[in-house]
Every structure is written in C-alpha cells, then in structure tokens.
C-alpha cells in the first residue's frame, strides 16, 4: 500500500510518525472517510466541507484547498488501484513537546490512505444485522469528525461481544446514532432521523439518504427518536459511507418489525445503489 505522508507518497513500511505527534499523545486530529466507488469519490464536495468544519471547529489550520485535496486523493487512488475503496484521511495538530495548549510554529500532520470496502454479504442484505442499544459516553461534540473514538470503539466492542454488528447509542433517552453510523427508524410509515445537532456526526450517507427518499416523494421528518420508539419501529436502518444503508432487523436480541429488511429500507436501499452506479 502506498501512504500519503506529509507531502510525499511512499510505501506504508517506509510511513513514520513521531511518537510525539499530538494525534498519538492526545488524539488531537479530525479524519474523513470517503468512500469510492467505480473510481469516483462519492459526494466528495459534502465530504471536504465536513472536513474543512471539522479543521475548523478544533482550530487546526486546513493544509490544503480543495484543488490541493482532489489532487492528492486522485494520486493516492493511482497509486493504490483497486475495486470499491475508501479514502481515509487524518489531520493532527502535529509534532510537539507534550504539552495540551496548542504548540506553536508546528505543521498539522496530514495521512492518508487507501482501503478496500468489502462488498456487503448478500445474506446480511437479505437477513439484515443485529444491533444492541448502548449508553453514549461520548462527548459533547460529537458533530466533529474527531479521531479521538475510545467510547466508539467500546460501544463497537460491547456489540460485538453480544453477537450483533453495530452499538446504537442512547443519550438522554434518546438514540442519537450508531458507534460509526447515523440511524433511520420507519414508524407509521414514516422515515425518521434524528436532526442534525451536537449529539451526532453529521453523515453524508445521512444526508443522501435523506436527499433520496425526499426526492421520491417518501414520508420523511428529521426528528428526536427516544429510546422506546426503536423497540416499535417497523424498520430500523444504520448508514455509513462504507456500510452503505444496512438494515437492522434485531435490536437486543428482539426482531425488528417482521423481522426481516422491510419494504421502505428496500426502496431506499434501491435509490442509493442507483445513485452510486
Ligand atoms: N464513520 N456517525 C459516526 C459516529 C461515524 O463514525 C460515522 C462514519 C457516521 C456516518 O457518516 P458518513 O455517512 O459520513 O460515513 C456517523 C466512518 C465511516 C468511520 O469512522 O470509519
């Protein structure tokens, strides 16, 4: 694999970060994820703008503009070719003494890199996955795309260990999104997710989804989901750049509606394959 490292593009053996990189020492750094598929970023505007946010938000300075960010992820994609990828990409703060107030006269440390997204298991489509509902230790900014994820990895972690595939996160009663996914819940009818707020990163697969499922004339309110609404959904959906729209069709172990992926998750499921085609 070939890495983007500061400026050069080198073998990711040949990779080297110092140990006193902030992102090491207090996670201090913002990431995107961008998913890529048939050679084209998808959505890579929306995710730029995230990132520029993100940068912003935590007062890193943006090391490149976006004709400096289109040009080093199409280099890096040369340089890794392959199927359906996704970019991943780290910005710290860069290189200093360990100290927490910001460093002066540094460069933020700018990565990234190419990975496989593994196409979607027919049968996970067809069965859908289990998901477990998990309290939120998160903090109070969970709109920033930070990579400091030690209670997003726990959450994943305790899903796991329960034999589903993804942790939805409960705070203050209500169930504000997946430990790395943003959530759709069908009631009535009606597609619901949670307004775009503190308390959750603003996907970009969210935001098509929505995008589509207007477009299509279906029934849609971004609105707060309490924790027992998920226990009545007729549908409950995790989406995600890499993760695309998964259905979840056991929560804590109960199923999901009927049980299976249902009829709305099918035609939502359809206008997103579409529109990455
Ligand atoms: N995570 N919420 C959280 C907490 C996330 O980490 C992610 C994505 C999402 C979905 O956002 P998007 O649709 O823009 O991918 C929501 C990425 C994929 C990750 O951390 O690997």
New binding site residues.
Partial sequence: MIIYLNGEFVPETQARVSVFDRGFLFGDGV?E?I?VFGGRPLRLAE?LE?LTRSLAEVRIDNPHDRSGWESLFTTLLEKNPGGDR?L?VQVTRGVARRDHAFPTGVRPTVFAMVNPIVPQNPAVLEQGVAAVVVDDHRWSR?DI?AIT?LP?VLARQEALDAGATEAILIRQGLAT??????LFVVGDGVIVTPPKDRS???????D?VVELAQEAGLPLMESTIPEQSLRVAEEIWL?????EILPVTRLDGRPVGAGVPGPVWRRVHGLYQDYKA
């Fill in positions: 990431y994820v998913p995710h995230r996704s991943y969970c795309k994820l997003n999104e997946g430990a790395a996914s943003n959750l990163l603003p996907g970009i697969t969210r098509l989406t995600s750049s890499t993760r």
